[in-house]
């Protein structure tokens, strides 16, 4: 049974930073695209970041120069790092992933996902 779990998560004042990790279990993922979603109350889950099995990366705009996405192939762990947070970026964090390494933003194209972690940034 393929299982995702992310950890990492919590309150942090702005410009503060967080790392979180996303931990994947049941099958090997070295050859999945590895990526980050976020969804905050009232508003559609969107895209933050992803990791093909090339080691490509992809950012959002919103977001861009300030996360950076790594991934671990041995641990099958992916992780977040989150620099100079804003308030904005309060949300639940979500990892997924997908067998393919195309449409990376559209979080229909992932077949897994976790259950999330809540990161707060306060003003």
């Known amino acids: 049974q393929v299982q995702l779990e992310e950890s990492g998560g919590g309150l942090v004042q702005a410009g503060g930073s967080l790392r979180l990790s996303c931990a994947a279990s049941?099958?090997?993922?070295?050859?999945?695209?590895l990526a980050w979603f976020r969804q905050a109350p009232g508003k559609e889950r969107e895209f933050v970041a992803a990791m093909a099995w090339s080691r490509n990366t992809y950012y959002a705009d919103s977001v861009k120069g300030r996360f950076f996405i790594s991934r671990d192939n041995a641990k099958n762990t992916v992780y977040l790092l989150m620099n100079s947070l804003k308030p904005e970026d309060t949300a639940v964090y979500y990892c997924?992933?997908?067998?393919?390494?195309?449409?990376?933003?559209?979080?229909?194209?992932?077949?897994?996902w976790g259950q999330g972690t809540q990161v707060t940034v306060s003003s």
């Open positions: 997924a992933t997908s067998a393919g390494s195309s449409g990376v933003t559209d979080p229909t194209n992932y077949d897994y």
């Open positions: 049941g099958r090997s993922f070295n050859t999945s695209t």
